[in-house]
């Protein structure tokens, strides 16, 4: 799987759009971006994924550059509930039967 | 709709003490399954999973165990913990024929080892 880089943490205001990136610049052309984030004490909670074209759900949106050497994801009205540490995670469809490999991640504050 | 479950939610064990953690998912069929510990501060780490009953494979060699003696329960296990087995017990299940790879985590366990 391809290797990611992305900040050890960020902050954010709330009511703002938080905009996480995510390096992958080995990413290959059957590779999926994946994204996940953790609430302290809690399971991770997958959130979205995509291939090249930009995604969007009822969580957050993916925006993937054209290179596909990079993407961010979008929470477009921060909460004080999106605290939390998002993981961004490369894997081709259909990946395999093994486990996904979490990164360190970002650590996303949500200011009051 | 599917659910995950694990039980306990936090557990306080002595050293040398056995250990049984259990996971249940609800409303699939064939799953693949996973066990993953986080140790405090640190990052998420894959101990085994599973792609059908009594199939198991362990990335990380350790005194603990894995079965899954059901179709839809996976059970992690030692015969004598560690103070280093400490940490936060995810399981995760995945759809096995899905095209995508979407893990859904359940609540987790907390052991603290004394």
Known sequence: DAKTTQPTSMDC????????PCNHSTISGNEYVYWYRQIHSQGPQYII????????NEMASLI?????????LILPHATLRDTAVYYCIVRPAGGGADGLTFGKGTHLIIQP | SQTIHQWPATLV?????????ECTVEGTSNPNLYWYRQAAGRGLQLLFYSVGIGQISSEVPQNLSASRPQDRQFILSSKKLLLSDSGFYLCAWMPLAGLFDTQYFGPGTRLTVL
């Open chain 1, 13 to 20: 205001a709330e009511g703002r759009a938080a905009n996480l």
């Open chain 2, 13 to 21: 064990q002595p050293v040398g003490s056995p250990l049984s953690l």
């Open chain 1, 64 to 72: 993937i550059t054209e290179d596909r050497k990079s993407s961010t």
């Open chain 1, 49 to 56: 994924h995509g291939l090249k074209n930009n995604e969007t």
